[in-house]
């Protein structure tokens, strides 16, 4: 059975200053999006799920629809705010999604099989794509879930603070740890999270998540079960977000599953800031000037 490949593309882009999931950055007017899912077909994924607004679906099936079809199974699936379970309470004055955790949630209804998350907006390299569809077909089990990691210094913009799983490893390479840190930034003499106001410095080596998760179906249930506790003690805030690492902790604490930590040597970049583009578009250039990538992938 073909894994499926996840994309999470509901963020609002609020620090990038516009839809940055379908912004060009290649030659022919692909997005980040198109890269990742074509490295995923050549690595033997068989379909592709993308978790939008609802008010945005209309622009993503114009822009993939068409292009895609005969090449990759396509559904979609939207996240929005008043998609909670029977019962849970939060405020209406919410304006911003319940996050990474809540977005793979909305899935459940379409995915049977094992199955990889990716954010919209980040590029993660060919490689990286098929050491994951290979562990998904070959490693995937109830007890054995992964995640693709990379080097926290490979992974900071230069234009502002970032998002980071910051990860440790026991010597299995198993997950041991993931701690969420929302305002990561390069100072000048190192690379630090702020916390309460205060820096503390990361090492440059630090294993990081940028949201490549693999997990099987099963994942679905101690999602709603997560998410109705976090709802619970959550729901009237208004930023509050179910973050996926949050989701990966208590499944490690609780023995649930263990997490495979995967690497791979691609290149990675993202999107965060509109002053991020000029560097993605630098890259791409270099890779298809390598000849990793065709001008135009879809010709």
Known sequence: MKPTLLVLAAGMGSRY??????????????????????????????????????????????????KLEGKIELEFVNQEIFKVPEGAVY??????????????????????????????DDFYGASAFKTMADFL?????????????YFLKNTIS???SVSRGICTANENDHLLTVVE????????????????EKWYPLADESTVSMNFWGFTPNV??????????????????????FYIPSVVAEL??????????????????????KEDKEKAVQAIKQLIDKGEYPNNLWS
């Open 17 to 66: 200053g516009g839809l940055k999931q379908v912004d060009p950055i290649g030659p022919s007017g692909e997005t980040i999006i198109d890269y990742s899912i074509f490295d995923a077909i050549k690595a033997g994924f068989g379909k592709i799920v993308f978790v939008i607004r609802e008010q945005f679906e209309a622009d993503f099936k114009k822009r993939f629809v068409e």
């Open 91 to 120: 405020t209406p004055e919410r304006e911003k999604p319940w996050g990474t955790g809540h977005a793979i949630l909305m899935a459940k209804d379409c995915i049977k099989e094992p199955f990889a998350v990716i954010n919209a």
């Open 137 to 149: 077909k070959d490693g995937a089990s109830e007890k054995e879930n992964c995640m693709l990691a």
């Open 158 to 160: 230069e234009n502002g």
């Open 181 to 196: 840190r929302t305002h990561i930034e390069k100072l000048p003499e190192h690379i630090a999270y702020l916390e309460d």
């Open 220 to 241: 679905f249930e101690h999602l709603n079960t997560q998410f109705k506790t976090f709802l619970a003690k959550s729901g009237s805030e208004l930023k509050s977000e």
């Open 252 to 273: 490690i604490d609780q023995d649930e599953t263990q997490f495979k930590v995967l690497r791979s040597d691609s290149q990675w970049f993202g999107v965060t800031y």
